[in-house]
């Protein structure tokens, strides 16, 4: 088994702040994705990285950056925090046949 | 493109009763997987249920559903629902390609609410 972190589990921001949100993963898993959960809206895919240094755009990659600098831990930073902005972003990681294990999330809140 | 759709935004059983949540899909790729995913309230979701095989009907923890290639479908069953069901649902594809076939394409979601 493995277990998938993010951090922080809250992050409160200031309009147009740059936030950074943090996930590790020890599956040894290769594929890791972001996505963007907003209440009644389902899943939203951000980014994904097949592998180290790969970043892949999601539908939803516009105000976002990616970074996978290590196999383990994929970064996903909000480049202008957009004003009452609020939701949930989910960090996972997949092996083999796309089965993907989900961390407890970061829930944003932008005041 | 490839897409799965998930007709029910809401469903709202009384204990006992039989679930059904239906998911079609989209794909032009021969050998897609299905998933089903469940999230609990302020949970994060977890899979509940997978199969690639035609026909061949999966169950995990009471439910189980079958893929139907020939009809795009994947429902989710379960003979008899518990309060403990209540939570969101999600139905996935993964369309195995070649550059990408780890991406998952997920519907928009039931909400299953379970009553006494």
């Known amino acids: 088994g493995g277990i998938i972190t993010q951090t922080p589990k809250f992050l409160i921001g200031q309009e147009g702040q740059k936030l950074t949100l943090k996930c590790q993963q020890n599956?040894?898993?290769?594929?890791m994705y972001w996505y963007r959960q907003d209440s009644g809206k389902g899943l939203r895919l951000i980014y994904y990285?097949?592998?180290?240094?790969?970043?892949q755009k999601g539908d939803l990659s516009e105000g976002y950056d990616a970074s996978r600098e290590k196999k383990s831990s994929f970064s996903l930073t909000v480049t202008s925090a957009q004003k009452n902005e609020m939701a949930v972003f989910l960090c996972?990681?997949?092996?083999?046949?796309?089965?993907?294990?989900f961390g407890p999330g970061t829930r944003l809140t932008v005041l | 493109g490839d897409s799965v759709t998930q007709t029910e935004g809401l469903v709202t059983l009384t204990e006992g009763l039989p679930v059904m949540l239906n998911c079609t899909y989209q794909?032009?790729?021969?050998?897609?997987?299905l998933f089903w995913y469940v999230q609990h309230l302020n949970e994060s979701p977890r899979l509940l249920l997978k199969?690639?095989?035609?026909?061949k009907r999966t169950e995990h923890q009471g439910f189980h559903a079958t893929l139907h290639k020939s009809s795009s479908s994947f429902h989710l069953q379960k003979s008899s629902a518990q309060l403990s069901d209540s939570a969101l649902y999600y139905c996935?594809?993964?369309?195995?390609?070649?550059?990408?076939?780890?991406?998952?394409?997920f519907g928009s979601g039931t909400k299953l609410t379970v009553e006494p």
């Open positions: 996972a990681s997949s092996g083999t046949y796309a089965e993907q294990f």
């Open positions: 996935a594809l993964s369309a195995y390609l070649m550059s990408n076939y780890n991406v998952l394409y």
């Open positions: 990285s097949i592998t180290e240094n790969d970043l």
């Open positions: 199969s690639f095989t035609d026909n």
């Open positions: 794909t032009i790729y021969s050998n897609p997987f």
């Open positions: 599956f040894n898993h290769d594929t």
